[in-house]
């Protein structure tokens, strides 16, 4: 996240989990499935979001739905290894 800041973009990390209620259920706070782990935005205001891997971790359909979906809606989007993929994601 500091690469990409020191880049000038603006990048934050998606907060997600769960919680219990006090009768015992459980509650899903944050966003959507599949939502990416970082979004932002450039200076040009152009939005991105990026789905962070280890190099074996594995994509699950919800989060490539996601991404796709962003994509098909002008934002840039991709699944990053490396802080090197982010940068390419953020540059288009």
């Given at each position: 996240?500091?690469?990409?800041?020191?880049?000038?973009?603006?990048?934050?990390?998606?907060?997600?989990?769960?919680?219990?209620?006090?009768?015992?259920?459980?509650?899903?706070?944050?966003?959507?499935?599949?939502?990416?782990?970082?979004?932002?935005?450039?200076?040009?205001?152009?939005?991105?979001?990026?789905?962070?891997?280890?190099?074996?971790?594995?994509?699950?359909?919800d989060q490539i739905n996601f991404l796709e979906t962003m994509?098909?809606?002008?934002?840039?989007?991709?699944?990053?290894?490396?802080?090197?993929?982010a940068m390419k994601i953020i540059n288009g």
């Amino acid at each position: 996240m500091l690469a990409v800041s020191q880049a000038g973009n603006k990048i934050f990390r998606s907060n997600v989990g769960k919680v219990q209620t006090i009768d015992g259920r459980w509650f899903d706070t944050g966003l959507p499935k599949g939502h990416a782990d970082l979004y932002g935005f450039r200076p040009d205001g152009q939005v991105f979001y990026i789905e962070v891997k280890s190099e074996t971790g594995q994509v699950r359909p919800d989060q490539i739905n996601f991404l796709e979906t962003m994509r098909k809606n002008g934002a840039l989007a991709g699944i990053a290894r490396s802080v090197e993929d982010a940068m390419k994601i953020i540059n288009g």
